[in-house]
C-alpha cells in the first residue's frame, strides 16, 4: 500500500497478480487502474461513498474490492463489473 500525500489520490494499492491498481480518493471515488495500459475508465470509477475514501483492498482471487470511507461504510464490489 501507497500513500500518496498532497494528491488527489490518499492511497493505491495493487491486485495480487499485479494487473490492477486500485486508488482511493478524496473525492469519494475509487479508480481501477489496468497497469499494463496505465488507464482508468469511466466503468472503472466505483462511486457510492458520501465522504472522502479512506482505505481500499483487493480479494485474495482479485475479484471483489473492499472499500472504508469516512461516512463509516464498507463496501464490497465486483472488481470486474463495478457492482
Known sequence: MSYLPNKKENIAIF???GKKRA???FDKFVRIWNTGTGTVTLANTLSGHSSMVRS???SRDGHWIVTGSNDK???VWNALTGA
Open 23 to 25: 486508488t482511493c480518493c
Open 56 to 58: 481500499v483492498a483487493f
Open 15 to 17: 491486485s495480487h497478480n
Open 73 to 75: 461504510l464498507i463496501r
